[in-house]
């Protein structure tokens, strides 16, 4: 089956760092990709769609300036969380859109940041 | 309101017998329906994924959709402990593709 990885995996960081996350479709090529947030017992929120060669499309609420988000190739979309603070932490998960399937969303493993 | 109503549980159930989940929703712009089990700090997995309303099997899995009353189901027979985990509900309109809607996620625990 379709394989997305992400790394790191959990990330700690100090409040007012940038931080980088990455996302890749290891066996196909995507797209597009997703970015979601995830609180703990809380469901999944869409952050941005990403897609291969264009800007992303930011869910309303998200600012842009502060979730960078780069999809420079059709395996690599990248997440980056600018001067991060401790309301950024939070499990941030990807997903990825297989460009010969119709419908279907491919997970990360998802990464667990932490703001200090 | 939430446009997608899920229970979070916790849901405990002894091993083989039948989990069954469900959730709400208010849209009914929605038209396609998934279910996604998410073990602890993993990303969510499909498991279903239906558009009409009736019933789908896939193995164990059995899951519902009806349109009329914007309610659907996912059972799981003959549970095991390696059921337990996250289920999570996730819709989406016909046009809006990869956005997805989800529930907040029943949490299922299967005892041995």
């Known amino acids: 089956g379709a394989v997305v990885s992400q790394h790191p995996s959990w990330v700690i960081c100090k409040s007012g760092t940038s931080v980088k996350i990455e996302c890749r479709s290891l066996d196909f090529q995507a797209t597009t990709m997703f970015w979601y947030r995830q609180f703990p017992k809380q469901s999944l929120m869409l952050m941005a769609t990403?897609?291969?060669?264009?800007?992303?499309?930011?869910e309303q609420g998200v600012e842009k300036d502060k979730f960078l988000i780069n999809h420079a190739s059709l395996t690599l979309s990248t997440l980056t969380v600018t001067s991060a603070h401790p309301e950024d932490s939070s499990f941030y998960i990807c997903s990825a859109k297989d460009r010969l399937e119709t419908d279907t969303q491919y997970f990360g493993p998802g990464t667990r940041l932490t703001v200090l | 309101q939430k446009e997608v109503e899920q229970d979070p549980g916790p849901l405990s159930v002894p091993e083989g017998a039948i989990v069954s989940l469900n959730c709400t929703y208010s849209?009914?712009?929605?038209?396609?329906f998934m279910w996604y089990r998410q073990y602890s700090r993993k990303g969510p997995e499909l498991l279903m994924y239906t558009y009409s309303s009736g019933n789908k099997e896939d193995g164990r899995f059995t899951a519902q959709v009806d349109k009329s009353s914007k309610y659907i189901s996912l059972f799981i027979r003959d549970s095991q402990p390696s059921d337990s985990a996250t289920y999570l509900c996730a819709m989406r309109k016909a046009d809006s593709w990869g956005k997805l809607q989800f529930g907040a996620g029943t949490q299922v625990v299967v005892t041995p």
């Open positions: 990403s897609n291969e060669g264009s800007k992303a499309t930011y």
């Open positions: 849209n009914s712009a929605f038209q396609y």
